[in-house]
């Protein structure tokens, strides 16, 4: 018996589990499927986003819709857009050999017509942003009277939006005896608030500790002059040159000239904030999935519920003002149990904040310098020869390959003299001092030759495989 097994899941989903890959439950899936399984309770779950909690609630959701009611039984609201089509496409993954399951997205942006259409097609699961669906509500064009079961997805982050009032409104058209399941990374007084007015001795688990930040991200502070921002960020940039991240600033306009500034630079960037159309956050979001930009700059408004996996480091250009705010960045990475770095840029006058998110973060920030130019070199240069290394050739190119040898031969044997020559004993020879600059500026030679190598092999092979 699997692990996902033993927590009561039925054939159909451990099936779609098996499909999506998934070895082990994680710790909020193992605490919170056989609690929601097994009876019908409210719940508060206190987890980082990342932690694989969409399926702790989707798991059990799916197994309880009766797949032959085609009315809405099920409402998860959730604080944006694109989260809403995540956790719609989750779901829709999860019951994929349940048949009969309909899921519906409902956000704003889109056309409120066709998606009143698919709800009247009969969608057992709404998942929605709270706006719109108060939105709907008012028109008559959804019924969510008597549904079993209401999920509040990032409850503090909905909060943090502003969305109160629409969640109270959303919530008191319920019925009282559904059940409610609320998932929010931190809890502050507005949540608890929501839960004491609209639950019922509700259980609790928490994964890690209350407002910590996540145990798979580390955090650094690096500390420069204010008029030394940007060239610190375009420094981290050469020094991780597999950078995936997302940079957060705090204003938009910051945000537009810092992307502007990496993309003239040469760094592969793109802005995300609330002045772009929803085309253009939508294409931006498809190229940082897809990985074709490795520097998301982005408002914190914008990148809510960017829950991009892999991103390997959260920069913060500027620290934002509520130290809560510093947590839902962070938590951009570290994410399905993978590590993470989460970067400060701060300057002399801003330190004190940082031991203040120590506190509620209950971590330690790692004080870094900057690299030098040298370093940074020397980093570029062995990713560059280890990307080579890593090339994999295609067998097409096979006929190049001698001469391609050749000209890796000739740099061996360059290397090697290079190499013969910084081994000799210059205290053997007579004149000392020469021998030292002659190795001196060979050795510079070696590497400026070697870096030339590199590059040109590099695009020889890129060039070849492409056009082949
Ligand atoms: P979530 O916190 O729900 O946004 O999940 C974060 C990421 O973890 C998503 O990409 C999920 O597909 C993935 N995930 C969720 N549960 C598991 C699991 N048990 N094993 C491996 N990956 C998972």
Same mark, same amino acid.
Not at 18 to 35: C, H, R, T, Y
Not at 144 to 156: G, R, S, T
Not at 295 to 324: C, F, K, S
């Given at each position: 018996?699997?692990k996902? #097994?033993q ?6 989903l ?5 499909d ?23 719940m508060v ?11 702790a ?12 009611n085609? &009315? ?9 857009? #694109? ?33 009143a ?14 706006? !719109? ?20 997805? #990032? ?11 629409d ?5 008191s ?13 931190t ?26 930040g ?12 204010? !008029? ?6 375009? !420094? ?7 950078i995936?991240?997302?940079?957060f ?18 760094y ?30 982005a ?11 892999n991103?390997?480091?959260?920069? &913060?250009?500027?620290?934002?003002? #509520?130290?809560?705010?510093y ?16 970067i ?59 001469a391609?040898? &050749? ?12 190499e ?12 000392k001092?020469?021998a ?21 092999l ?11």
């Amino acid at each position: 018996m699997n692990k996902f #097994e033993q927590l009561g899941l039925n054939e159909s989903l451990l099936k779609a589990i098996l499909d999506l890959g998934f070895e082990n439950p994680s710790e909020v899936q193992e605490k919170a499927i056989p609690l929601l399984l097994e009876k019908d309770t409210d719940m508060v779950a206190l987890a980082q986003t990342g932690t694989g909690k969409t399926a702790a609630f989707g798991f059990p959701l799916i197994q309880k819709i009766d797949a032959d009611n085609r &009315n809405t039984q099920a409402l998860v609201l959730s604080p944006t857009r #694109e989260l809403c089509l995540q956790i719609t496409n989750e779901l829709k993954n999860y019951s994929k050999y349940e048949k009969g399951i309909n899921v519906v997205a409902v956000y704003g942006g889109a056309s409120i017509t066709e998606q009143a259409r698919e709800i009247k097609r009969g969608a057992q699961i709404i998942v929605a942003t709270p706006g !719109r669906m108060q939105d709907m509500i008012n028109r008559g064009l959804v019924n969510i009277k008597n549904i079993d079961y209401c999920v509040l997805d #990032e409850a503090d982050e909905m909060l943090n939006m502003g969305f109160y009032e629409d969640i109270v409104s959303i919530l008191s058209d319920t019925p009282e005896e559904k059940s409610t399941w609320l998932f929010s990374a931190t809890m502050p007084a507005e949540v608890a608030r929501i839960a004491k007015q609209f639950m019922a001795e509700p259980l609790e688990i928490t994964v890690g500790t209350k407002n910590s930040g996540s145990a798979t991200v580390s955090h650094e502070f690096y500390l420069v002059n204010a !008029r030394d921002r940007y060239e610190a960020l375009k !420094r981290l940039a050469d020094a991780n040159p597999d950078i995936f991240s997302v940079v957060f600033c705090r204003t938009k306009r910051d945000t537009q000239a810092v992307a502007e500034k990496l993309i003239e630079d040469g760094y592969s960037a793109a802005a995300l904030h609330g002045d772009l159309s929803q085309a253009q956050r939508d294409g931006v979001m498809k190229s940082f999935r897809g990985r074709q930009i490795q520097m998301l700059v982005a408002t914190d408004v914008a990148a809510r519920g960017i829950d991009v996996d892999n991103v390997t480091h959260v920069v &913060n250009y500027q620290l934002p003002d #509520e130290v809560e705010t510093y947590n839902h960045r962070s938590g951009r990475t570290g994410r399905a149990g993978k590590l993470g770095t989460s970067i400060v840029i701060v300057t002399k006058s801003e330190l004190r904040k940082i031991s203040a998110i120590e506190r509620i973060i209950k971590q330690k920030f790692e004080e870094k310098t900057i690299p030098s130019g040298i370093e940074i070199c020397e980093i570029q240069l062995l990713h560059l020869a280890n990307k080579i290394k890593d090339t994999e050739v295609d067998h097409e190119i096979d006929n190049y390959l001698p001469a391609i040898g &050749n000209i890796v031969r000739s740099l061996i044997t360059v290397a090697e003299i290079f190499e013969s020559c910084e081994n000799a004993k210059p205290w053997r020879r007579k004149k000392k001092k020469t021998a030292k600059y002659l190795i001196a500026y060979l050795s510079a030679l070696k590497v400026i030759k070697l870096f030339k190598i590199f590059c040109s092999l590099s695009i020889i092979i890129r060039k070849l495989t492409k056009i082949i």
